[in-house]
């Protein structure tokens, strides 16, 4: 990193500063002559950037000049080549396109399956729903927890589906993980530190999504501490984020997929539900990620999106969804056909 500091800083100042990078065992190279004095500093960058020494006074800039998320961006040689996730015989990353699908949480086992079995036609391998809701209100319907869990294990030995829900406490990290194929990490934790390490202990594939407000550089810390902790089995889903703006309150971001694509090995996905936030929207936003460049989709779909426990305003039914899926092949194909 490079520490540019005020022309007119004296030599005691300088000093301090060098004293206190040396204490943490940073190399430090003084270097002058230029317009600007800097100090060239080396060893563990991506914790000195922690400390935010760009307002330490005196330093008028600093310039990391190497990664600050090691496990996960800017990775060169063979470090950058795409990760091949795989649930069981199913692979998950480019050049193997997958559609997530399912209603926003379980609901009856009947309604369950026969949706199950409806997205499983269209060509689904991955089938999702909520067991553990996230919901901002208590009063909302919190998902059926461990009985939803058992009906994932249903929906999976009956119907030959892999299945992706979501992790909400560590206290449930075991019981999610004995039945999902890919664990989800909802955008309302994202942050949860303790629940993205031990999920790092694991060496099963997580989908881990962008918190609705977080930077790009947090998203990328938080991944960091999932693969930091030997996990390399990740997706890195885009879900929109919040915006006084925009009439919904969200704005699905699509600029971070070509960042993301360009910066990190792993697959990228967009769930373009929750950047929607009502139906009409979802179909021309899944499209507009397909175009952008995801490796795959996640989508809320319900056969009786008034009767819905959770998210029905947003979920397509199972007609809608079987026409996107159509669509959504022909876009690659298209695609393909473009970059020739
Ligand atoms: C969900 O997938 O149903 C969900 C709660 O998503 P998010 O964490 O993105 O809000
Ligand atoms: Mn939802």
Known sequence: MILVLAPDLPATHRNRIRRRLESQSFGVVYVSGGDYPYLEVSGE????????????????????VSTLHPHVADRTGEAAAAVAVSAGDLALGRPNFQFIAGPCALEEPDRTLSLATRVRDAGVKLFRGGAFK?????????????????????????????VVTEVLDVRD??????????????????YNTGLLSELGRLRQPVLLKR??????????????????????????????????????GVVLDLGVVADLRRRTPFPVYVDPSHGAAVSPRV????????AAG?????????????????????????????????????????LEGARE
């Open 211 to 248: 918190g609705f407000a977080a930077t790009l550089d947090e998203f990328l810390s938080a991944a960091e501490t999932v693969v930091l902790g030997g996990n390399d089995q990740l997706i890195l889903c885009e879900r929109g984020v919040r915006s006084g703006v925009d009439r919904h």
């Open 283 to 290: 179909a021309p936003l899944a499209r507009a990620a397909v």
């Open 294 to 334: 995801c490796d795959g989709l996640l989508i809320e779909v319900h056969d009786a999106p008034e009767l819905a426990l959770s998210d029905g305003q947003q979920a397509i039914e199972p007609d809608e969804f079987t026409r996107l899926v159509g669509e959504i092949e022909r876009i690659r194909r298209a």
């Open 134 to 162: 996230p919901r901002s209100s208590p009063y909302a319907f919190q998902g059926l927890g461990k009985v939803g869990l058992e009906l994932l294990a249903q929906v999976r030995s009956e119907l030959g589906l892999r």
């Open 173 to 190: 990290l075991e019981a999610v993980a004995e039945i999902a194929d890919v664990l989800q990490v909802g955008s309302r934790n994202m």
């Open 45 to 64: 960058i991506p914790a000195l950037h922690s400390l935010k020494p760009q307002y330490w006074p005196g330093v008028i800039a600093a310039v990391p």
